[in-house]
């Protein structure tokens, strides 16, 4: 009796653990498959690399910026304008889910000056300062006055005070010195 | 040799007048107001001893002396009459003359270019500012 109950016993307690061994696996299963689905989301460096360059591309200003993620680290290449819009991209795309750090490799090329103002101010005065030196032409371009024609020597540093007071970038004197 | 080293004697009067002085390497430019007509001649000078016909193409010299409303300016003209305008451009009528010489009154800069002057005659109107030197 007592060895048949006991076998009974082993039995019973073999099925148990298996029981207990499936409904283990089962678990385990729905906790790696459930792990996975969330960490595939949160870990492909194209996924992340996507929000980041959309998140660029959503200020003008950053146009000219591009993004590449490995391993969760954004570097950004491209060229901007100023110092200022560098860190600002650097600060976007840190501030992107999943990205743990930012390697900035921006080049800032600051935009050609633009002259049309000074230009157009040089040209309104010209005439005037070129009335009394009816042989002397001149034209005017990035800021640059370039003169032409004729002038006697002893009128030559009225003129160029004459010119140096529109407050030129340079001027170029090609006039000949009579 | 750089620039602010060939136009040393014009940088050092610059700097001691507070002038702004910035060399690009390409071109020296000093720029500024300087209390006395004197000192923007004697710049003038010393330029035009060390490029005699402004052929270097190296310096811009944009320097104004001090002056203001209700003081007096001279005539500098090189021999001829300065002509007052009625307005301030060389397209406006002529409506008086001021002699080479002539002490006048400034009664106000109405752009780096043109001023509005009073002659000796109570007479007013506009001159060309290059032709008129604040008496100090």
């Known amino acids: 009796m007592y060895r048949i109950n006991n076998y ?158 529109l407050n030129p970038v340079q001027i170029v004197n090609n006039a000949t010195v009579k | 040799m750089t620039l602010s080293e060939k136009y040393k004697e014009l940088v050092d009067i610059a700097i001691n007048n507070k002038l702004s002085v910035n060399d690009t390497g390409k071109v020296l430019r000093i720029e500024g107001e300087v209390d006395t007509a004197d000192i923007k001649d004697k710049m003038w000078e010393i330029y035009k001893n060390l490029d005699p016909h402004f052929k270097s193409n190296d310096v811009v010299l944009n320097v104004k002396s001090k002056v203001s409303a209700g003081d007096k300016v001279k005539v500098v003209t090189r021999e001829s009459r300065l002509n007052i305008r009625q307005g301030p451009g060389t397209d406006q009528p002529i409506v008086g003359k001021a002699e080479k010489g002539d002490i006048i009154t400034l009664i106000n800069k109405t752009n780096d270019q043109w001023w509005l002057v009073r002659d000796n005659d109570g007479e007013e109107g506009y001159c060309y500012s290059q032709y008129l030197e604040p008496v100090n």
Do not use: F, W
Not at chain 1, 109 to 131: E, F, Q, R, T
Not at chain 1, 152 to 164: G, H
């Open chain 1, 8 to 165: 009974n016993d082993t039995i019973n307690l073999k099925l148990e653990n298996m029981k207990l061994l499936r409904s283990l696996s089962i678990l385990i299963m729905i906790l790696t498959i459930g792990l996975g689905a969330v960490s595939c989301k949160k870990l492909s460096d194209a996924d992340i690399q996507n929000e980041a360059q959309a998140a660029l591309n959503a200020n003008p200003d950053l146009s000219g910026v591009m993004v590449t993620v490995l391993n969760k680290v954004a570097t950004i290449t491209g060229t901007v304008e100023d110092e200022a819009t560098k860190s600002y991209a650097e600060s976007t795309v840190a501030g992107v889910e999943n990205v743990v750090s930012v390697v900035n490799e921006i080049v800032v090329v600051p935009p050609p000056p633009d002259y049309s103002a000074l230009d157009n101010a040089i040209n309104a005065g010209l005439a005037d300062a070129l009335k009394d030196h009816p042989k002397v032409t001149a034209t005017v371009q990035d800021g640059v006055i370039t003169i032409n024609g004729e002038i006697r020597e002893r009128d030559l540093q009225t003129l160029m005070e004459k010119l140096n007071a």
